[in-house]
């Protein structure tokens, strides 16, 4: 198993860059480990066939790893520029383009990744604002065009003034890096999610029950389309709320 970093920092040995270290850290217990520092290269976009040796040595390192762990801070509320700048001019390669210009994961298919951000603002800021989402956001939104699986985010909060990572943080991250490394199965998760469906239909179908048994204390619900009415109305807020937090709130913030 070979794990790739990948730094899109303005500062090499910066929070981000211990972020990065500690993963590759609990990563190197079981796997051959590297890393790049993007502010190392100078990287420009593919042009009218031109050589590009710099995006192709890059290129050789991402197909050569199992496992990519992409850090790169918060900046203005979305990914550095360093690793934007990275992500765009890969683009073009991290998959194929079929006639109407979609990305057809090609042969990054099925490697791993992590994702790493961070951010001055506060672990509860973070939480109720998403300061870190749109970092997040942007790497996901690359790396499954190029049919990457991923396999947890990690987030570091509070940074202003911070020159060392903490011993949570540090800890957290070099499990992060264990796992990673030695994660083998493939994105076949079909199975969980379908028990997790069941799950989530099975607690809300109770929750809403209990909810309707409160409301028949208070208004009449013996006529059966009282009691359907009713429970569609409480499964539906109930349901758009859990659809809400995974699909917008699902980043990890804290
Ligand atoms: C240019 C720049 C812009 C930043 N923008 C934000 C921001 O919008 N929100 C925020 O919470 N932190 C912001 N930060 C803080 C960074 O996200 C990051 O936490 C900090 O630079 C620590 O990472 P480092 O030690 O790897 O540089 C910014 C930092 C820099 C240098």
């Given at each position: 198993?070979?794990?790739?970093?990948?730094?899109?920092?303005?500062?090499?040995?910066?929070?981000?860059?211990?972020?990065?270290?500690?993963?590759?850290?609990?990563?190197?217990?079981?796997?051959?480990?590297?890393?790049?520092?993007?502010?190392?290269?100078?990287?420009?976009?593919?042009?009218?066939?031109?050589?590009?040796?710099?995006?192709?040595s890059l290129e050789a390192k991402l197909l050569a790893a199992d496992v990519w762990i992409l850090a790169a801070p918060t900046y203005i509320g979305g990914?550095?520029?360093?690793?934007?700048?990275?992500?765009?001019?890969?683009?073009?390669?991290i998959a194929r383009y079929n006639a109407?210009?979609?990305?057809?994961?090609?042969?990054f298919k099925n490697k791993h990744y992590v994702t790493i951000t961070n951010c001055y603002a506060g672990g509860v800021e973070n939480f109720v604002t998403g300061v870190t989402d749109a970092a997040f956001k942007t790497m996901d939104k690359f790396l499954t065009m190029g049919g990457l699986i991923?396999?947890?985010?990690?987030?570091?909060?509070?940074?202003f003034g911070m020159t060392t990572l903490s011993t949570k943080k540090q800890a957290e991250?070099?499990?992060?890096?264990?796992?990673?490394?030695t994660k083998k199965e493939r994105d076949d998760n079909t199975m969980k999610r379908?028990?997790?469906?069941?799950?989530?239909?099975?607690?809300?179908?109770?929750v809403t029950m209990g909810i309707e048994a409160g409301i028949g204390r208070l208004l009449p619900l013996d006529n059966f389309w009282a009691y359907y009415g009713v429970f569609v109305v409480v499964f539906y807020v109930l349901l758009a709320s859990i659809l809400h937090f995974f699909t917008v709130v699902k980043h990890r913030r804290r």
């Open positions: 198993m070979r794990v790739l970093g990948i730094l899109g920092s303005q500062q090499p040995n910066g929070i981000t860059g211990q972020s990065l270290q500690a993963v590759l850290k609990g990563a190197a217990e079981t796997a051959t480990t590297d890393w790049i520092n993007l502010a190392d290269y100078q990287i420009t976009a593919d042009h009218d066939n031109q050589p590009n040796p710099v995006l192709d990914l550095s520029g360093i690793m934007k700048n990275f992500l765009d001019c890969m683009r073009n390669r109407v210009g979609e990305a057809v994961p090609d042969r991923k396999v947890r985010e990690i987030v570091v909060t509070k940074t991250c070099e499990r992060a890096g264990q796992r990673a490394a379908y028990l997790e469906l069941f799950g989530m239909i099975a607690v809300m179908a109770l």
